[in-house]
């Protein structure tokens, strides 16, 4: 029987997301809930460090059935705005909480999405995930970055968290982002991650990225 991938978030779409990705490579997926008073998310300065410290904590709340080949995914992402520096970056759920999405569109009022000099995208942004898997005592690492832009008005429906304001660039044959305001064989027409299905999302996600270099590391299931 194939390990079961014990999944520490109370997020339902970013169940849905990795679970989508996972049963593909072979791999089943169970939700690890932990009450979240018993869980901290320390205020690092590298999504690593945090990823590092929720499987740490997560070893202390393995439920009975965890088996002994099972693994423990934890997973830290956030959004990174070039014209902000990077801002919020590991701050992203602290300013999603507070300012929300239409905090951010305002933060970027005055930016367009194109230079008229340079013809760079000023709203430029990126989705950064690390991935962290506990394997038999060893933790595994995985990245993945999902460029775009944040849009100017909120398009809902879907998913979660920054999804409504953000579209990513788009992708060539092989899924690669292309550069800002290319046309390429995958792309969302202009959608944010909201107006767009779970599949549609994953092919762009940040998540499988990260997901997909860190099981690009194990034999598969
Ligand atoms: P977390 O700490 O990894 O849960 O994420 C930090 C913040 O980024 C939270 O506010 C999430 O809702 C948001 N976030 C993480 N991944 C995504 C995504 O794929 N889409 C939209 N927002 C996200």
């Known amino acids: 029987m194939s390990p079961t991938v014990w999944f520490l978030t109370g997020n339902e779409g970013k169940l849905a997301e990795a679970s989508i990705h996972l049963s593909n490579l072979g791999y089943r997926v169970k939700q690890l809930m932990v009450d979240e008073e018993e869980l ?18 997560a070893l202390n709340h393995l439920p009975e059935q965890f088996g002994n080949n099972d693994m423990i995914l934890v997973e830290d992402a956030g959004l990174f705005i070039k014209a902000l520096d990077g801002f919020p970056g590991v701050y992203s759920s602290f300013v999603h909480s507070t300012i929300g999405n239409l905090g951010v569109i305002r933060l970027l009022n005055h930016l367009s999405t194109e230079d008229p000099v340079s013809s760079a995208n ?5 989705f950064r995930a690390v991935a962290a898997l506990w394997c038999n005592g ?4 995985g990245e993945g970055i999902c460029p775009g832009h944040i849009g100017d ?11 409504p304001i953000f579209i990513p660039y788009d992708l060539d044959e092989h899924k ?33 990225r990260a997901l997909e270099n860190l099981f690009s590391q194990l034999p598969s299931a």
């Open 40 to 57: 901290y998310e320390p205020q690092a300065e590298s999504l690593e460090v945090v990823a590092r410290s929720k499987i740490n904590q």
């Open 122 to 126: 000023l709203r430029a942004a990126e």
């Open 138 to 141: 060893e933790i595994i690492i």
């Open 153 to 163: 008005e909120l398009m809902e429906g879907n998913g979660f968290g920054f999804d």
């Open 176 to 208: 690669n982002p292309l550069p800002a305001g290319t046309y390429g064989d995958y792309s969302t027409h202009g959608k944010t991650f909201g107006a767009i299905d779970s599949v549609a999302k994953n092919k762009f996600s940040h998540r499988v």
